[in-house]
């Protein structure tokens, strides 16, 4: 019996003995754990900056990339616009200069009817007069007014002298007569005045001197 109970004890001697080593090393395995789980910790402690940095980098580009494709869209935007203003004023021009031969063909037939018209034919008169009147007036709201011309000095931007004649009642240089009207849109020549211009007669009369002394060279 003594035996017996000796061998047990020796047993749980080894029993116990074995449990100690088991501790030992899951003790150890506990301490490597914790380190590697340190190491790890420092290693992400160390990367944060970084990945903070790379975060902010990526944010600055994508939020500079935002900035020129909003610019470019407002250049665009502007664009789209200017573009559809220059075509409209550029279909208005070419609209008003079609329109504008038929208020010449109107203004000539009034002065004619004016001289040649009966009483019996006045109403007719006035109504071609109003219908001319309603054609100015509409290109009028469009911007397009006509070019002041007799009594006025010569603007080689506006009028268009088709001849020089001798007048003492007037400045050299000023016109004298308007062969056909001229126009302006918004300011900006649309169609150019044929004028009459006027120049000194001391000077044709010159002229006149100097062929008659060649002519009598010539004899």
């Known amino acids: 019996m003594k ?3 000796k061998h ?20 150890e395995n506990i301490e490597v754990t914790d380190e590697v789980t340190d190491n790890k910790k420092n290693k992400a402690s160390e990367q944060e900056p970084e990945r903070i940095g790379g ?18 869209f407002e250049n665009y935007r502007k664009r789209v616009v200017k573009e559809r203003a220059e075509l409209i004023k550029s279909a208005n021009e070419k609209l008003l200069m079609q329109m504008l031969p038929l208020i010449d063909n109107f203004q000539r037939a009034l002065e004619s009817l004016e001289e ?3 009483p019996e034919d006045k109403t007719f008169c006035e109504g071609v007069e109003i219908i001319y009147r309603q054609f100015v007036q509409l290109i009028e709201k469009n911007g ?14 506006f009028h268009n002298a088709i001849q020089q004649v001798p007048n003492s009642d007037v400045p050299e240089h000023y016109i004298v007569e308007e062969v056909s ?39």
């Open 55 to 72: 975060e902010i980098d990526k944010a600055q580009e994508y939020f500079s990339q935002m900035q020129r494709i909003q610019a470019e």
């Open 8 to 27: 047990i004890d020796e047993v749980n001697d080894k029993t116990l003995d074995k449990n100690d080593g088991i501790d030992e090393i899951q003790a």
């Open 116 to 118: 040649h018209v009966r």
């Open 181 to 219: 009207k001229g126009y302006t849109l918004n300011g900006k020549l649309l169609r150019a005045a044929m004028v009459v211009v006027a120049k000194p007669e001391e000077k044709e009369k010159e002229k006149e001197k100097e062929k008659e002394k060649e002519n009598e060279n010539i004899d």
């Open 144 to 157: 397009v007014k006509p070019i002041e011309t007799v009594g006025k000095p010569f603007d080689p931007n």
């Open 3 to 5: 035996k017996t109970n």
